[in-house]
């Protein structure tokens, strides 16, 4: 069993940054993938990026590539995403999710947090 809590979450304006960050609870949070997935108004929950447990392989959505960077600390049980150059697209509210293979799919993850709210005002 995993929980998760996100923060960092907050109102910002376009092109400035922000830094997600999820607790876990447990004793094996290095075996498990990490992925952040996000959740617009009226839109489906859309990945955003993902981390493998030692945290040496990514993968991101196409439209954060770039600009979004995942990583994890895995002492601390902790993973991060560190969101620049925010556009208002990508206000949403952010999911980090364990799991234990890396995926870009919702049911790559069996373990969800609470979600923490970004709005980027243009």
């Known amino acids: 069993q995993v929980q998760l809590s996100e923060s960092g979450g907050g109102l910002v304006q376009a092109g400035d940054s922000l830094r997600l960050s999820c607790a876990a609870s447990?004793?094996?949070?290095?075996?498990?993938?990490m992925g952040w997935v996000r959740q617009a108004p009226e839109k489906e929950r859309e990945f955003v990026a993902a981390?493998?447990?030692?945290?040496?392989?990514?993968s991101y959505a196409g439209s954060v590539k770039g600009r979004f960077t995942a990583s994890r600390d895995n002492a601390k049980s902790t993973v991060d995403l560190q969101m620049n150059s925010l556009k208002p697209e990508d206000t949403a509210v952010y999911y980090c999710?364990?799991?234990?293979?890396?995926?870009?799919?919702?049911?790559?993850?069996?373990?969800w947090g609470p979600g923490t709210q970004v709005t980027v005002s243009s």
């Open positions: 999710a364990a799991g234990r293979t890396l995926g870009r799919n919702n049911s790559s993850y069996n373990y």
């Open positions: 981390i493998s447990g030692s945290g040496g392989i990514t």
């Open positions: 447990g004793r094996t949070f290095s075996s498990y993938a």
